[in-house]
């Protein structure tokens, strides 16, 4: 197949997709949601109503690098973070929560999360290992896919966001 | 039945071990492994009669951890639990010889559906 490129066309790596023209925030509550009952409890719900974030907050995300390559970050307070461990831990979870706990256990609930935002996207993709800590920067501002949640009356966020800086605007 | 559980995340084996129990496989033994290379190890040293395991984990992944055990003649039944659940991993899996895949996040459900006739 020939084609002239005739300079109106897009070339081939102005076809990266942002994250808003394969998701929308709907598609990442449903698997926020699915995730929360699985893990935290059939009775816990994320409530789509924004909240105050406090000044200490913690992140925990996973990488997805394939056609469409960023991070999946969840970020809550760190008092929130902590309760989420707890409520993953039931019964084993130990009077005082050391932060391995919290990295395990919130950690855990980005991995799913983003295991399922993966599935959802083109492929094939990789997907890293869970890391918690502060969240990755935003590289692009059109490139991000945004929830704000409550759990517990509490503020939650799960951002999918790209990785990669805006492709240079051509003329 | 022995069953040897492989996840990186201690909570997660906790969450396995508790989906099992509600799901009514509560009358078995319980081994751990940290990763695949441990995971490869203890079906040497404990024998398990089945395998729940995670895909993405350091050192050794699941999927590697099941090539290795294929490759050395064990045919011991193998399943993946994972945030793996796209329809190509689950290609991976089937033909890397696993015998189901049960995606995170999952339910005592799901767990049903895929060890009823695996468990005994």
Redesign the interface.
């Known amino acids: 197949m020939s084609t002239t490129d005739t300079g109106q066309r897009r070339r081939g790596s102005d076809s990266r997709p942002v994250i808003t023209d394969l998701m929308d925030e709907d598609t990442i509550l449903a698997v926020a949601g699915d995730a929360w009952i699985s893990l935290v409890g059939e009775d816990e719900v994320l409530v789509p109503i924004p909240g105050e974030m406090p000044g200490d907050v913690l992140s925990s995300w996973v990488d997805v690098v394939g056609p469409w390559t960023g991070s999946v970050v969840l970020t809550t307070g760190r008092a929130t973070a902590e309760a989420l461990s707890r409520a993953l831990l039931r019964e084993s979870a130990p009077e005082v929560l050391d932060d391995e706990d919290v990295e395990d256990a919130f950690g855990e609930i980005a991995n799913v999360v983003g295991g399922s935002i993966k599935a959802a996207l083109p492929g094939p993709s990789g997907l890293s290992l869970p890391q918690v800590g502060h969240s990755p920067l935003v590289r692009n501002p059109a490139d991000v896919c945004r929830v704000e949640v409550l759990w517990r009356g509490e503020p939650l966020t799960i951002s999918v966001q790209g990785a990669l800086p805006p492709l240079p605007v051509t003329h | 039945m022995k069953i040897l559980i492989a996840d ?5 084996r ?2 396995v071990i ?1 989906t099992l129990r509600q799901a009514g496989y509560d009358d078995h033994d319980i081994v751990e492994a940290e990763d695949g290379a441990e995971a490869l190890a203890k079906v040497g040293s404990e024998s398990p009669d089945l395998i729940l395991s995670d895909w ?3 050192n050794m992944t699941g999927i590697e951890c099941l090539e290795a055990l294929r490759a050395q003649g064990s045919s011991v039944p193998f399943g993946f639990v ?5 329809a ?1 991993m689950r290609e991976k899996a089937a033909n890397a010889g696993a015998l189901f895949l049960i ?5 005592e459900d799901t767990f049903k559906e895929h060890l009823d006739g695996v468990i005994a």
Request: proline share 9%; net charge neutral; aromatic share 4%.
């Open positions: 990186d995340s201690r909570v997660m906790q969450i508790r993405n984990m350091p994972t945030s793996e659940g796209s190509e995606a995170k996040p999952f339910t």
